[in-house]
């Protein structure tokens, strides 16, 4: 069964930096890319970039370059996306979702990240 | 605002047939990629609903249905249901501004 877990909800300060994980399991990895999305409260789904678990190819959206860093471990499986310094506007559920290489969709999602940033 | 234009909001009745359009433009849906469609129910993470302009996923019943053409997507469910209260999203790609991923605004689907 494919499966996207992800680390549970985070409240931090802004400033602070942080974490969170995508656990991929139930597939051949080296043949999906994971991508991020955001869903800021009430709002709608806003892609963030994406990796390749084979090469680590990496891409963002320009609404996302230079604020976030997306990266991977292939021997764990797992999707990072971290932000050096948080800021109340990251307040957001973030979900990661699994693209084939040879399709265009997202075809699994993860339960989702609620990370609230606020003094 | 989205490059993909959807509208916010849409209704109907149990039974009755209701479509959702997704905007969009020669760069994206009217380029060579698909239209993929994506069903969030209340406090849950999405799922995708059908790809590729017109596929359904194993599991997704036959009264969701997509079309594409030129510019623009549609995504009709027939003998609406009231689990279908949901959002919606389109999502397709685009070759300009580095875009790469597009989503739709999403339309909030409201089971009267």
């Known amino acids: 069964e494919v499966q996207l877990v992800q680390s549970g909800a985070e409240v931090k300060k802004p400033g602070e930096s942080l974490k969170i994980s995508c656990k991929g399991s139930?597939?051949?990895?080296?043949?999906?890319?994971i991508a991020w999305v955001r869903q800021m409260p009430g709002k709608g789904l806003e892609w963030m970039g994406i990796?390749?678990?084979?090469?680590?190819?990496?891409r963002y959206s320009p609404s996302f370059q230079g604020q976030v860093t997306i990266s991977a471990d292939k021997s764990i499986t797992t999707a990072y996306l971290q932000w050096s310094s948080l800021k109340a506007s990251d307040t957001a559920i973030y979900y990661c979702?699994?693209?084939?290489?040879?399709?265009?969709?997202?075809?699994?999602w993860g339960q989702g990240t609620l990370v609230t940033v606020s003094s | 605002q989205s490059v993909l234009t959807q509208p916010p909001s849409v209704s109907g009745a149990p039974g009755q047939r209701v479509t959702i359009s997704c905007t969009g433009s020669s760069s994206n849906i009217g380029a060579t990629f698909g239209v993929h469609w994506y069903q969030q129910l209340p406090g849950a993470a999405p799922k995708l609903l059908i790809y590729?302009?017109?596929n359904r996923p194993s599991g997704v019943p036959d009264r969701f249905s997509g079309s594409k053409s030129g510019t623009s997507a549609s995504l009709a469910i027939t003998g609406l249901q009231a689990e279908d209260e949901a959002d919606y999203y389109c999502q397709s790609y685009d070759t300009s501004l580095s875009l790469y991923v597009l989503f739709g605004g999403g339309t909030k689907l409201t089971v009267l």
């Open positions: 990796i390749y678990y084979g090469d680590s190819d990496t």
């Open positions: 590729g302009d017109n």
């Open positions: 979702a699994r693209r084939d290489v040879e399709t265009e969709y997202f075809d699994y």
């Open positions: 139930g597939y051949t990895f080296s043949t999906y890319w």
